[in-house]
């Protein structure tokens, strides 16, 4: 599986922005999606997850973007999306996208996830 991220830039404090990851290579067998992002200085974190299972999808976040965030997927074009709202300084990051072959359990966990993508910046100024 191979996995392209577009869409970050440079915004301003309380500006919004929509992350996207193409998917392409043996996509079925993906079970669970997520976005995590790494500051300067700082370990990669966990900011938001889809898990598809046979019960339906359910999603996750990080408490930090909570209510700001929404992340979902078009499975017809393989697509996965993090919309940013109410963006804030400390949300400046490269964001990744993660597909992991995995489904339930520790989603928040960066090794639970088997592909990445190569990263695309958010800066957020105050």
């Known amino acids: 599986v191979q996995l392209v991220e577009s869409g970050g830039g440079l915004v301003q404090a309380g500006g919004s922005l929509r992350l996207s990851c193409a998917a392409s290579g043996r996509t079925s067998s993906v079970q669970t999606v997520g976005w995590f992002r790494q500051a300067p200085g700082k370990e990669r974190e966990f900011v938001a997850a889809?898990?598809?299972?046979?019960?339906?999808?359910?999603?996750y976040y990080a408490d930090s973007v909570k209510g700001r965030f929404t992340i979902s997927r078009d499975n017809a074009e393989n697509t996965l999306y993090l919309q940013m709202n109410s963006l804030k300084p400390e949300d400046t990051a490269v964001y990744f996208c993660?597909?992991?072959?995995?489904?339930?359990?520790?989603?928040?966990?960066?090794?639970?996830?088997?592909?990445w993508g190569q990263g695309t910046q958010v800066t957020v100024s105050s």
């Open positions: 889809i898990i598809i299972s046979s019960l339906g999808r359910r999603t």
């Open positions: 993660a597909a992991s072959v995995y489904d339930g359990g520790q989603y928040y966990s960066r090794g639970r996830y088997n592909y």
